[in-house]
């Protein structure tokens, strides 16, 4: 019988993680992926996306919708909308839409350095994520239900 020394189990495991990893950071799909784009409020008091994601739940794989809050996911750097954690983009950004293809981007209107409205973009797709149905961003999780609530 053989024995297993550290080495060979160090070596196995970053072989696997070698193979893993790509599967885990791959941009193909992404957020997209796993989840729906099903609404908005994007006013100057609201700023959420409602999304439907799938949920790990074998026994009822399915979807479920949740909501969250993109002030805490996306700010504005001189113009340009950035992923950044609580960037508040709102207090800066207006006139907001979501064009919608292959991916999820917010567009808006962003204030610069030079006090002009300048036309931005952002992918969501490279922002949020899918957390067992729940969307989210950073440390940040929407709330998680099976059906939209009411104006939060």
Not at 5 to 22: D, G, H, N, R, W
Not at 63 to 79: I, K, P, W
Not at 93 to 112: P, R, V
Not at 123 to 138: I, K, M, R
Request: aromatic share 14%.
């Amino acid at each position: 019988m053989g024995t297993f020394s550290a080495y060979s189990i160090v070596t196995a495991t970053i072989f696997f993680l070698a193979l893993a990893f790509p599967l885990l950071t791959s941009g193909e799909g992404g957020f997209t992926h796993d989840c729906a784009y099903a609404g908005a409020s994007l006013t100057d008091k609201h700023h959420w996306i409602g999304i439907y994601c799938l949920n790990d739940n074998l026994d009822i794989y399915g979807f479920n919708y949740s909501m969250l809050d993109l002030d805490r996911c996306a700010g504005n750097n001189a113009g340009q909308l950035v992923a950044f954690e609580n960037g508040n983009y709102s207090g800066s950004c207006e006139n907001c839409t979501f064009i919608h293809d292959k991916s999820l981007h917010l567009s808006c209107l962003c204030w610069d350095m030079n006090g002009k409205q300048t036309s931005s973009t952002l992918d969501l797709n490279n922002t949020l994520y899918d957390s067992n149905g729940a969307v989210g961003c950073y440390s940040f999780l929407g709330n998680k239900s099976w059906e939209p609530e009411s104006d939060p």
